[in-house]
Nanobody, 121 residues
Framework: QVQLVESGGGLVQAGGSLRLSCAAS????????MGWYRQAPGKQRELVAT???????NYADSGKGRFTISRDNAKNTVYLEMNSLKPEDTAVYSC???????????????WGKGTQVTVSS
């Protein structure tokens, strides 16, 4: 099993920045990729960014040019640097891990509890 714990959320003014962290523990060897998702009130959860084990990032259009996902393998931690934040970025941001289960990868095999990001106008 893999446990994920997010931190770094908070209240920030529009145009500000935040850095979210996601620390993984447990069966780290089973992680195939990690990502950040967000869910705003009344909306479906959406992808923010993912990063593979080799460090290849992938971004949703909403965060391109403003968000940067990175990982520190020594610390088993993935980061999401968010700049130029907008009120529409307000959401609960959750960390997720895709896990190897046998020969297959289970998308979203582990989830953190999330951290609230609120951007005021």
């Amino acid at each position: 099993q893999v446990q994920l714990v997010e931190s770094g959320g908070g209240l920030v003014q529009a145009g500000g920045s935040l850095r979210l962290s996601c620390a993984a523990s447990g069966s780290i060897f089973s992680i195939a990729a990690m990502g950040w998702y967000r869910q705003a009130p009344g909306k479906q959860r959406e992808l923010v960014a993912t990063i593979s084990n080799d460090g290849t990032p992938n971004y949703a259009d909403s965060g391109k040019g403003r968000f940067t996902i990175s990982r520190d393998n020594a610390k088993n931690t993935v980061y999401l640097e968010m700049n130029s934040l907008k009120p529409e970025d307000t959401a609960v941001y959750s960390c997720s891990a895709d896990l190897w289960v046998g020969p297959e990868v289970v998308h979203g095999g582990s989830w953190g509890k999330g951290t609230q990001v609120t951007v005021s106008s």
